[in-house]
Nanobody, 122 residues
Framework: QLVESGGGSVQAGGSLRLSCAAS????????MGWFRQASGKERAGVAN???????TYADSVKGRFTISQDNAKNTLYLQMNSLRPEDTAMYYC??????????????????WGQGTQVTISS
């Protein structure tokens, strides 16, 4: 089970940190990702971290977002800085067994959280 938290409403330029607490399995050796879905749009990958700690980001968030994980807490994080109105979306964490390609393809992920809403005002 994956449970996200940390969403909210902030002004442009602000920051938020999303958390995704996992239970039932360890995220340490999983391929973990953050996705977002804006109203009327398809779900899109934002950031990914593999079992070796290698991170990948969508171009739209590079330099502003940081994905990390705390294996002791079995929790995934997404630090979001310099937020923009276009970052407004429902944010989801997701897990799959291996990062074997298609890391930003939602249909490659086996487990999903319920999502947390992020709203950025201008």
């Amino acid at each position: 089970q994956l449970v996200e938290s940390g969403g909210g409403s902030v002004q442009a330029g602000g920051s938020l940190r999303l958390s995704c607490a996992a239970s039932g399995y360890s995220i340490q050796r999983k391929c973990m990702g953050w996705f977002r879905q804006a109203s009327g749009k398809e779900r899109a990958g934002v950031a990914n971290i593999d079992s070796n700690g290698i991170t990948t980001y969508a171009d739209s968030v590079k330099g502003r977002f940081t994905i990390s994980q705390d294996n002791a807490k079995n929790t995934l994080y997404l630090q979001m800085n310099s937020l923009r109105p276009e970052d407004t979306a429902m944010y989801y964490c997701a897990a799959r067994f291996y990062c074997a390609g298609g890391i930003f393809r939602p249909d490659e992920y086996n487990y999903w959280g319920q999502g947390t809403q992020v709203t950025i005002s201008s």
